[in-house]
């Protein structure tokens, strides 16, 4: 069976869509809490336009990171994990295959449905491409983030709530510069600057992400 | 170049005495913890090891008798 | 030179020197804080502004100063175990890390009380005070997962690996925080420090950011002591020191 990027990438896409109920779950996650706010807050839509872009950016960053708990642990139970790593391909091109194949399943689909849950939100109409533009990328920094941590918790049992403190640091960066691209916009100001800046973090968090969760991958399986 | 007129005056800090001496106490006590702990497992370290050096002996005089 | 390298990374060898060392630094440690605390809290002029409150800045500073750079030290201390397989290194890691948490535990507790006179509020959503909270949750999360492995190397690796993504992220994070702050800054105030400091106010906070640096040594040593005597129990040297000591 040949093992490189593409296979590996077909791989997770195809078990991703067998198990099809939870590609659903950060989705439902993302419109559940966007139902939650107007209810804990306020209904008003002006008040809500204020805070929307804010909001949207929060609840993908939480969508995001209730999802990548489960990037490695299912090749991890079934020894896939381990045949992966003993494969003549670098660790970094199989761990650079299953990122992507996450972020297709969460990421991607989060940041097409930001615009129908904007408009829940009463998002001003400037906000809406921007919204998308900051999540398509800010998503893919998330995931590639979030490995780091789901890498090096996979082999623990309650790894959930520790990799949530790992991970939160690190996400904040991408959360910045994605809430305040949505935030410019609406207010009327250029967004060049910081998604500028998101594109940045993307390109770094492509270069050193997967190095970093290799690493973590052969911590956690060897010790 | 003391700058305080009394040492009543010190205390109160021109009416700030709660937040400085509570900032100060604090930290006082926090950074003696830093030290105090370490000093006091090792303490706990060494009875541990004794006690276990002595069980050590007594074990090996009982299989030698 | 690679032996002075190896003899430096065997446990034994930094326990004994240590020893000797230890007492003089912490003379040296607890002379250079009296003298700043002295200082700072009665001789120093108060603050044209602020008033007295100002007196925390000798704690507040030295501490975030420390607070951040024990990171850097736990961080590289991590990378030299992973990368040299250093167990001494490892232990150097693993003790600074709940020193640099607790620095940074003082340096908010310490910023947030000095809040309180200054802006009316305890707590305070500023670029400086936000980003030590950042801090905070990094070395808590190096210490949950130093704790959460059952295997010691692993452990030591996992979280040399996590110091290090830290230490690459903490400039990040940082810039990031300050320009969020920038943006949504409200008003005039820039942050917890004096804007300008006469040097009748600046020198004894040199000298109370000696004594913290000389502090940490002292702090950081001990617990590696401590920590070399737990791991290395089972060898004679350790033995017949404790034997060497009834108490």
Redesign the interface.
Known sequence: MELGFAAILRRDLLLAFRHRGEIANPVLFFFMVVTLIPLGLTPEASRLAEIAPGILWVMALLASLLSVEGMFQGDYRDGTLEQMMILPQPLYVMVLAKILAHWLVTGLPLTLLAPVLGMMLSLPEAGYLPLVLSLLMGTAVLSLVGA?GAA??VA?R??GL?LS??V???Y??AL??GA?TVQRAVDGFPVEGPLAILGA?LA?SLL?SPF?TA??LR??M?? | MFQFESINDFIQMGGHGYYVWSAYLISLSVLIWLVASPLQRKRKFVQEMIRQQRREMARQETSNT | MWQWFHRLGSPRWFYQASGKWLPWLSILAAILLCVGVVWGLGFAPQDAKQGNSFRIIYIHVPASFLALAGYYVMAIAGAVGLIWKMKLSDMVMKSAAPIGAVLTFVALVTGAIWGKPTWGTYWIWDARITSMLVLLFLYLGVIALQYSYTSQDAASKASAVLSLVGMVNIPIIYKSVDWWYTLHQPATIKFTEAPSMHPDMFRPLLVMILGFYCFYAVALILNTRVEILHRERRTRWVQDLVAGKPS
């Open positions: 780091i090096l918790t623990l309650k790894g520790l403190l790992i939160m640091p690190l904040m960066p910045i510069f305040s973090l770094f050193v970093a690493g973590a911590v956690s060897h010790g």
